[in-house]
């Protein structure tokens, strides 16, 4: 895989948001490096002794993302961009979309829960219109996804130079595992418009006219 590196004004944009370094003590290795050196673990999902020598000891890149994950430094930056992205009208708020994943902890942690596929995380996450996440949130894996939708939305809050964090898109869409009358009251009381599909269909559903009917051999009729 190539390798990752920040550009110019991207490093410019990301410098200010990390913490000074301590005044006594050994001089930090290079945040510029170490960063790219993080990404490249979290994007290619290689081990970390695996690291190539050019970002840095994989020890120090270690021990560099988990305490500045607790200090919520990587959320700050997270947050800080999507509000520059905003500002310059990348942000699609006219659609998000809603959904979940299993990540597997089989060593265990916070926000651990038991599954018929073994200990795991559920990874909420809300992403806009152009697929740029807006909102997340992390909780035990047993719990349904639909019982998780509201803390996940209520984790959208992009900086604005004025007034309130926007929180709300225009419309939410996500499967029928979301099909919940909580959750649609939550929306409406929101102003959020919904596109989520039952998970039965009503008594009175009927194919309409002209709808394709998938025969053998991938040929599509109609009715």
């Known amino acids: ?18 913490p000074p370094p301590a005044r ?27 690291l190539p020598r050019e970002y840095g000891a994989p020890t120090t890149v270690w021990r560099r993302l988990r305490p500045r994950g607790e200090l919520d430094v990587w959320e700050h ?11 310059q009208g990348e942000l699609d708020w006219s659609m998000a979309f809603l959904d979940g994943s299993f990540a597997p902890a089989k060593k265990g942690g916070e926000q651990v829960g038991l599954t018929k596929k073994g200990k795991g995380t559920k990874w909420m996450l809300v992403i806009d219109g152009n ?26 809050a992009v900086p604005r130079p004025r007034g309130r964090p926007r929180q709300r898109p225009e419309k939410l869409v996500a499967d029928r595992a979301h099909d919940s009358s909580a959750l649609r009251a939550v929306l409406r009381r929101r102003g959020i418009g919904m596109c989520i599909p039952p998970k039965r269909r009503p008594a009175s559903w009927r194919p309409k006219r002209g709808r394709p009917v998938v025969a053998h051999r991938g040929v599509s009729l109609s009715v």
């Open 131 to 156: 697929g740029l996440p807006v909102g997340f949130h992390l909780d035990s894996a047993n719990t349904a996804e639909v019982r998780l939708a509201k803390a996940t939305l209520d984790t959208i």
């Open 77 to 87: 930056i997270w947050r800080a961009a999507l509000a520059e992205l905003d500002r």
């Open 24 to 50: 006594t003590g050994r001089p930090r290795a290079d945040d510029r490096r170490t960063i790219e050196g993080i990404l490249y673990v979290l994007v290619t999902g290689c081990r970390r002794q695996d």
């Open 1 to 18: 895989m190539a390798r990752i590196h920040f550009t110019d004004s991207q490093w410019v944009f990301i410098q200010p948001l990390l």
